[in-house]
């Protein structure tokens, strides 16, 4: 595939998971995006899934060899879990530590904010426990 072609279905495998199209992502991997990408951003189409909570896709992505820790954006997002976790998207977070992700991996290249951190932020009580069940730890004990 060239250069351009990839960078056109790269931005729009990252548009399809962001709206949940788990059929056009499906579609755009058998077409030979490699889920392991990023639009001109610098967004990955797994982060995308995982902070608008959409759970099928993120387990498709995953499915296809999307990394479960990879850092999204240019320094101002950060990791799929992390997304999750900060809107209580429970069903996407359990499908990434069913994949490997890292409870305790803070974003901001291990210098921000943990998972459990952000499920904190808000009333998440069922995501925080998920994350505390798969090991995370809380920062004051970190």
Same mark, same amino acid.
């Given at each position: ?42 967004? %990955?189409?797994?982060? !995308? $899934?995982?902070?608008? +909570?959409?759970?099928?896709? *993120? &387990?498709? #992505? /995953? =499915?296809?060899? @999307? ?11 950060? %990791?799929?879990?992390? !997304? $999750?976790?900060?809107? +209580?998207?429970?069903?996407? *977070? &359990?499908? #990434? /530590? =069913?994949?490997? @992700? ?16 952000? $499920? ?10 998920? #994350? /505390? =069940?798969?090991? @995370? ?6």
């Amino acid at each position: 595939m060239n250069r351009r072609r990839r960078k056109k279905l790269s931005k729009r495998l990252v548009w399809a998971a962001m709206i949940g199209d788990t059929a056009g992502v499906e579609a755009l991997l058998r077409a030979g995006t490699p889920a392991e990408t990023t639009d001109p951003e610098g967004t %990955t189409p797994l982060y !995308a $899934a995982s902070v608008h +909570g959409a759970a099928d896709t *993120v &387990r498709v #992505l /995953l =499915a296809a060899g @999307a990394s479960p820790d990879t850092e999204s954006g240019h320094g101002t997002q950060g %990791t799929p879990l992390c !997304a $999750a976790a900060c809107w +209580g998207h429970t069903e996407a *977070v &359990r499908a #990434l /530590l =069913a994949h490997g @992700a890292d409870p305790n991996l803070r974003e901001d290249h291990g210098t921000g904010r943990s998972p459990l951190d952000w $499920a904190a932020t808000g009333p998440y009580a069922e995501t925080s426990a998920a #994350l /505390l =069940a798969a090991g @995370a730890r809380p920062s004051w004990r970190a």
